[in-house]
């Protein structure tokens, strides 16, 4: 158990709020070490190595917690005491007083204890909680595993073109619009705005849209809405039917849009590649690792 995670009982029991360290004992740090080895060297080997990333979790876990024998001793090294007071103070203006060193170090051995009998108790079972937050940590170790090279001059282009659209400035257009009606009330509203007799409630609830995006109009709109909009005149009031109901419409500028130029976002663009290449690598080692698990769904 990490000592960051200081339970909310353990700090209850403590009544001070203690920063603590990721470190364990010297012995669990000396097992640590060697686990982080291991796994370095599964970073020279085929992604296809990541099938053995359980056993690895699992010898960790082994190594860390010892069997039964072992599970009434705790021990509180000098590295993670140290770790306390390095982290005690975020500006380094003063080290902690014994008695706080010390209060931090039993609410760190409560939290353990604690940690222990739960685990012990099986609390952690069916605890969606716990489950999601392991799952979480082996899924940043597989992702920090993963080793992806810089794509060339020729996979960086021939992957902007297939995704400029995400680069490209959209055309861009304001408008003005009232609150949804039906369709007779939404055409008196029109007439009285083009005899500029609107009441004042009317005026306060009508919406000033500016620099939207064209291609988000559809979905937040609809088609039809979409459509009519960038048809319409500009400076002229109309109606137009949105996914909510009947508006009174007047568009007040357009902008056009922009094709994004390679050289221009050639760095963002390895950026996003890099990251979505080891993203689908990592989930393709999650895929083999469900490769090892019959998956049955219930009616």
């Known amino acids: 158990m990490s000592a960051p995670a200081l339970s909310n009982?353990?700090?209850?029991?403590?009544?001070?709020?203690?920063?603590?360290?990721?470190?364990?004992?010297?012995?669990?740090?000396?097992?640590?070490?060697?686990?982080?080895?291991?796994?370095?060297?599964?970073?020279?080997?085929?992604?296809?190595?990541?099938?053995?990333?359980?056993?690895?979790?699992?010898?960790?876990?082994?190594?860390?917690?010892?069997?039964?024998?072992?599970?009434?001793?705790?021990?509180?090294?000098?590295?993670?005491?140290?770790?306390?007071?390095?982290?005690?103070?975020?500006?380094?203006?003063?080290?902690?007083?014994?008695?706080?060193?010390?209060?931090?170090?039993?609410?760190?051995?409560a939290s353990e204890i604690l940690y222990r009998e739960g685990k012990i108790l099986g609390v952690d079972r069916g605890d969606e909680m716990i489950r999601d937050r392991v799952a979480f940590k082996l899924q940043y170790l597989i992702f920090d595993q993963v080793r992806v090279p810089q794509p060339n001059d020729e996979q960086l282009r021939a992957w902007f073109a297939d995704n400029h659209a995400r680069f490209d400035e959209p055309e861009r257009v304001s408008f003005f619009m009232t609150p949804p009606s039906d369709e007779a009330t939404a055409r008196r509203h029109l007439d009285d705005i083009r005899e500029q007799r609107e009441t004042e409630e009317l005026r306060d609830q009508t919406r000033a849209i500016l620099d939207r995006p064209v291609p988000s109009l559809a979905a937040s709109f609809g088609d039809g809405f979409s459509e009519g909009l960038l048809k319409a005149p500009l400076q002229e009031w109309t109606l137009l039917q949105s996914k909510d109901g009947w508006h009174v419409v007047r568009l007040d500028a357009r902008s056009p849009g922009a094709e994004a130029k390679f050289e221009d976002i050639r760095a963002e663009a390895a950026k996003i590649w890099h990251t979505e290449e080891t993203r689908k690598r990592a989930w393709e080692a999650v895929s083999r690792l469900k490769a090892n698990y019959t998956i049955r769904y219930e009616p």
């Open 9 to 109: 009982a353990a700090q209850t029991l403590d009544g001070t709020s203690a920063r603590s360290s990721p470190q364990d004992g010297g012995g669990a740090s000396q097992a640590r070490a060697g686990v982080l080895g291991a796994m370095r060297g599964l970073a020279r080997e085929p992604l296809l190595h990541f099938l053995v990333l359980g056993g690895l979790i699992f010898a960790a876990d082994a190594l860390l917690h010892p069997p039964a024998k072992d599970e009434k001793v705790i021990t509180v090294s000098k590295a993670l005491r140290q770790s306390f007071i390095d982290t005690f103070d975020e500006d380094k203006q003063r080290t902690p007083s014994e008695a706080e060193l010390q209060k931090m170090v039993e609410a760190w051995v």
